[in-house]
């Protein structure tokens, strides 16, 4: 259809459906607004929201954090330990007081606390930057395979299977065991999880710019004479933004779960940094004898993939389109939408 | 220091075996008379004795099994020439005659060992035990296809380097001759004065050719001590042992073989025997296990509750961890670095990293702090408990690192509480002290123990552990530090490097003695000399603690290996 379309309904089409128009998946400045007001619209995300805010507030301010409590992560204690009874913390409750106050860990007396909220910067850290690197190599990618020639997609697509097959934790097992010791591990585990798993977000990147070239403003596009990459840039990454930050959000907790499960595994961070896969690992067999030491990092681990599923489910709920419409189903309600960005365009200008 | 402290930990835990023995008197429900009198701890003939283990009896053939004093399991089963000592109270450490009446007699230089058979000895079958079938029982363990067993005989008899068993030669040894139906005589290439020792190994049961059914034998070996197989399944993962009717107590001093039956059940998991242990239900409340101790949280757990805690027997094993060097490479080629680390090391820390106090012991001496190994205390590099990082910064400028060093410790991902990330941590975190910057290398375990001990791939700085074969120095420090025994090709033990002329030859002059508390004395000699290298760090001396059933009583547990025995237990 968009052959029959003249160079200037071209540049109309494109105007028309340019950034910050369509309310349901382009966030654009007053796309944002929009995002905003929806997601605020949902309680269970807005508490996971700020859950999620503390957690990474907390790992930033960790140095801070125990300074104030005068602790440090890696400190032993051999006097808050009960050496004859197997190293178990003295004291009630793992020794919780106001020295420690999450108490101390068994064997080494080193503070808890300390080692949890440190743990948070492992935990986090990598996974978000595993994320970071996900979505590059998958937008990429996808990108590449749906503008590409036939044979560009069937290479990347047919290579996007591989990784998408691969099992993640098997794979990341034999790549850590064989890498030299003197790598530093946290950048290791980042780049083993950011690198083995992008297949999925490739393979939705792929199809949702399969989708977007068939709109009319891409071929407008097309036909108005821009190259692939302005295309590419300037009219399907706005598009891909709702999908793309959706799964992110999700890949997020399920990257703290791997970095945990590999920390616990043993070919994680190494020692003295604590993680806290690495800390349940530690922790297992204390589950009867000092319980609060597992307790501890195996309810921060809850929390923030908690939190972060359901922030993530929020953030889907607010950019999803079709989740859109399904809420909101009719002409008029739209129109209300148009209504109001107008007016927020307004009053922002 | 240690020894005291070591001698109230027995008496504590033999009075503490009488509390239980007396509790679970009171609280059996067949012992009426037992709680009308108010606690009647002797141990009684019958019932089921179960034990709960980790690991399968295995290859269940003579041949095939590799045990130190002939074993827990199998020395139910089978007798060899000599044994280890059991009686309670004693040293639990000692050679001791089985099946032959005394513990071997040798020739001047220790080169020829005559044995005599005790009279009236009988297979469960009723046919009598000969000094031929002992000779082919060793003979047999020559069979490339019944391989398993230590190397000693190989090394040690006349003639044997390239003998492949009599299934291929029946002329036999020559070194082993059996010149009547009673006396057996090994002929050695060297002097061993600790002959007596290897004999308590189980390629020292006899084995009557007449029913030698090859590598099928493990399935149904026959006896010679108080117990026969009666049934084994998935090769030893479940073993039932009855009673050997033709055995005799009046010929074998060291057996009680109080119960009836044994029922043997492994490839459990070491958590699921503890709890099982500490729950006591039905046959778990007759049950003990030969491999399994209490890990620290599980004796966290345990010392919290009183009736737990007066089940607990504490064992000890001639068995040493350390740190080894490599001094092939920089920077522990130059000896005070090696002392450097030696001062600075925190025993407390790793002490409790290895489980605490009640599980390991801090230990200054490569050999093991038992009397039986000629254990002689000594501290070259006195570090105190917590270690001593002036005296390790100095010795450091010394050596021409005025600003610290920067080194790698190789360890093992097992958690194993000996060359585990916990102890490597603890090293890293006293050595930070003196200015040390330690990089932990995990390897898995049999990563790790590839290569450590592979002359190629041996990294400079590692954790090791080393248990003998038999309580004695030989065991312990020859394969370690004899200048011969470097292996350039295969396992290697001598990771030290070490090839000392006047070291080797001390331990020839030794291996000749046959007077074996004379050669305790030069073994700890010995030692102490070896440790003025600083070629190792010892670090501590494991403690096992052993938890068991309820109704479990006469709890031995020697010195030997630690570990609760199961021919002295009763459950009645």
């Known amino acids: 259809m968009s052959e029959a379309v003249t160079k200037a309904a071209a540049e109309a089409v494109i105007a028309a459906q340019a950034p910050g128009t369509d309310p349901a998946s382009v966030p654009g400045a007053s796309g944002a607004r929009q995002f905003w007001r929806r997601l605020r619209a949902q309680r269970a995300a807005l508490v996971a929201a700020v859950v999620v805010a503390l957690l990474v507030l907390v790992a930033l301010a960790a140095p801070l954090l125990t300074a104030l409590e005068g602790q440090d992560p890696t400190t032993y204690h051999p006097s808050l330990i009960d050496s004859a009874r197997g190293g178990v913390p003295v004291g009630p409750l793992g020794g919780i007081g106001g020295d420690h106050w999450l108490g101390v860990e068994p064997q080494t007396g080193r503070d808890l606390f300390a080692r949890l909220v440190h743990g948070a910067r492992v935990s986090l850290g990598v996974a978000l930057a595993a994320t970071i690197i996900q979505i590059a190599i998958g937008v990429t990618l996808g990108i590449a395979a749906a503008l590409g020639s036939r044979w560009v997609d069937q290479l990347l697509s047919r290579i996007t299977d591989i990784f998408v097959a691969l099992p993640l934790m098997i794979m990341s097992l034999a790549l850590l065991a064989i890498v030299p010791a003197g790598f530093p591990r946290p950048v290791l585990v980042t780049l083993v999880i950011g690198l083995l798993s992008w297949g999925n977000i490739a393979k939705v990147v792929r199809a949702q710019t399969l989708t977007l070239k068939g709109l009319d403003h891409v071929s407008a596009a097309r036909l108005s004479g821009w190259g692939t990459w302005r295309i590419a840039r300037r009219e399907l990454l706005p598009g891909l933004a709702a999908p793309v930050i959706t799964y992110a959000a999700l890949l997020v907790p399920q990257n703290i779960t791997v970095e945990a499960a590999l920390s616990f595994l043993g070919v994680g961070v190494k020692p003295p940094t604590p993680s806290w896969g690495q800390m349940l690992t530690a922790a297992d067999v204390w589950y009867q004898a000092a319980p609060q030491y597992l307790l501890l990092p195996a309810g921060a681990l809850f929390v923030t993939v908690l939190a972060l599923t359901v922030l993530g489910d929020g953030v889907r709920t607010a950019l999803d389109p079709r989740a859109a419409s399904r809420l909101r189903v009719g002409t008029g309600r739209r129109r209300e939408h148009r209504a109001d960005t107008a007016g927020e365009k307004e009053t922002s200008s | ?572």
């Not at chain 2, 296809?145 to 380097?161: H, K």
């Not at chain 2, 009547?180 to 004065?193: A, Y």
């Not at chain 2, 990082?389 to 097992?414: D, Y």
């Not at chain 2, 938890?547 to 030997?560: F, K």
Request: net charge negative.
């Open chain 2, 1 to 572: 220091m240690r020894q005291p402290s070591l001698t109230a930990r027995r008496v504590a835990a033999v009075s503490v075996s009488l509390v239980v023995a007396a509790g679970a008197a009171a609280c059996g429900p067949e012992d009426n008379d037992a709680k009308a009198s108010g606690g009647d701890s002797a141990p009684h003939q019958g019932g089921t004795l179960t034990i709960l283990n980790r690991n399968p009896q295995q290859d269940f053939d003579p041949a095939r099994l590799y045990t130190s004093g002939g074993g827990k399991v199998p020395t139910l089963v089978f007798r060899t020439l000599t044994t280890r000592n059991r009686e309670n109270g004693a040293p639990g450490t000692e050679v001791v005659p089985d099946l032959a009446t005394d513990t071997g007699r040798p020739n001047k230089d220790a080169t020829e060992w005559t044995y005599t058979l005790k009279e009236g000895l009988k297979y469960e079958d009723g046919t009598a035990i000969t000094s031929a079938d002992i000779k082919y029982g060793i003979e047999r363990s020559f069979a490339p296809e019944l391989s398993g067993g230590a190397p000693y005989l190989r090394d040690w008899l006349v003639g044997a380097a390239d003998y492949q068993g009599p299934y291929k030669d029946s002329k036999g040894l020559a070194a082993i001759e059996t010149p009547d139906s009673r006396t057996i005589v090994f002929h050695l290439n060297k002097p061993e004065g600790e002959f007596p020792y290897l004999a308590t190994q189980t390629q020292f049961a006899p084995v009557p050719k007449a029913k030698d059914t090859g590598t099928k034998y493990e399935e149904h070996p026959v006896s010679s001590g108080p117990y026969k197989v009666v049934k084994n399944e998935n090769d030893g993962e479940r073993l039932t042992l009855e009673r050997n009717t033709y055995w005799s107590a009046k010929t074998d001093a060291e057996r009680k073989a109080y119960p009836d039956k044994i029922d043997v059940r492994s490839g459990l998991d070491s958590s699921v025997i503890n709890q099982r242990l500490s729950a006591s239900q039905g046959a778990d409340a007759t049950a003990i296990t030969t491999d399994t101790n209490l890990g620290p949280a599980e004796l966290a757990k345990v010392s919290g509750d009183k009736e737990l805690a007066a089940r607990v027997g504490t064992g000890h094993f001639g068995y040493t961890d350390y740190i080894a060097f490599n001094p092939n490479v920089k920077p522990f080629d130059d000896i005070r670095v090696r002392q450097a680390i030696s001062y600075a090391v925190d025993r407390s820390s790793v002490v409790n990293a290895a489980g605490g106090s009640s599980l390991a012991e801090a230990a200054t001496t490569y050999l093991p702090n038992q009397k039986s190994f000629g254990y002689e205390p000594y501290d070259l590099f006195p570090a105190g408990s917590t270690g001593n990082a002036a005296k390790a910064r100095e010795l450091l400028k010394q050596a021409g690192h005025p600003n610290g060093l920067t080194i790698t410790l190789t360890h093992s991902n097992s958690q194993d509480f000996e060359t585990s990330p916990e102890i490597a941590t603890a090293i890293q975190d006293a050595l930070k002290k003196a200015g040390i910057t330690v990089k932990l290398q995990g390897l898995e375990d049999n990563d790790y123990s590839d290569t450590i001990h592979d002359v190629k791939t041996e990294p400079g700085f590692f954790l090791a552990h080393w248990g003998a074969d038999w309580p004695s120095g030989g065991p312990f420090l020859a394969p370690i530090f004899d200048g011969r025994q470097i292996v350039k090709d295969g396992a290697n033990f001598n990771t030290g490097f070490l090839n000392d002329k006047s070291v080797n030859a001390e331990i020839d002059a030794i291996n000749k003695l046959t007077d074996l508390d004379a050669a305790a004395k030069r073994w700890g000699a010995l030692d102490k000399k070896i440790g003025a290298q600083a070629l190792t760090v010892p670090l501590f001396h494991p403690v096992y603690k052993r938890l068991y059933g309820e109704d479990i009583r006469n709890i031995v547990i020697s010195d030997w290996d630690g570990v609760l025995d199961p021919s002295q237990v009763a459950v009645k």
